[in-house]
């Protein structure tokens, strides 16, 4: 089993930071294999931005994002070019306020900035998706994204992107309750802890 996610946006939303505490909380909390790739523009803050994480239960040899089955599109430049290099079943994610999907596509949509805002802090929105992405698929234990993210930020941010991740887990399952997305992995129960 391999699966491919794409986490894509502009310079400053986040988006390399998700995908690293993504990808470790598959390797190190989910006990998966997993890799990150990043790619972003010369700008530091406005250019584009992607973060490319592969997961499998077996040893990685490509670790490259080529047809994604999770799509994370943070802003309109990025969900124009990504788009259409997801697979036909992939489970594509917006951030509704920044991206308007043409009119056949059917993606989940969250508001992550608008809910990052209503913490206090904008910069906390890509905590606000992994939660969000958590509450859809299923298939990566809360617990598991919160560990990566108490051991890989200072502790003064922590308190604030876990209440970040919270408030994008409870919109998933308020909004989208019985939504499970495509792209199973083993169940995340089935795992060792």
Do not use: C, H
Not at 3 to 27: D, N, P, S
Not at 171 to 190: D, H, I
């Amino acid at each position: 089993m391999r699966v491919e996610i794409r986490i894509a946006g502009f310079g400053g939303q986040g988006v390399v930071l998700a995908g690293y505490i993504l990808g470790k909380a598959f390797a190190v909390y989910e006990g998966l294999e997993a890799v990150m790739t990043q790619s972003y523009g010369p700008e530091a803050r406005g250019g584009s931005s992607s973060s490319n994480v592969v997961v499998s239960d077996e040893p990685i040899d490509y670790p490259f994002v080529l047809e994604p089955d999770v799509l994370i599109l943070l802003s309109q430049e990025a969900y124009t070019r990504f788009r259409p290099t997801a697979k036909p079943d992939a489970l594509v994610i917006i951030e509704e306020d920044l991206v308007q999907p043409w009119p056949e596509d059917r993606p989940l949509g969250i508001p992550a900035t608008r809910l990052a805002e209503e913490l206090g802090r904008r910069i906390v929105a890509n905590m606000v998706v992994l939660g969000f992405l958590a509450g859809v698929w299923g298939q990566v234990r809360p617990e598991s994204v919160e560990k990566a993210i108490e051991t890989t930020l200072a502790p003064r941010l922590v308190p604030l992107n876990r209440k970040a991740f919270a408030a994008g887990y409870e919109y998933a399952r308020t909004r989208f309750p019985s939504f499970r997305g495509a792209v199973p992995l083993e169940s995340p129960e089935e795992r060792p802890r």
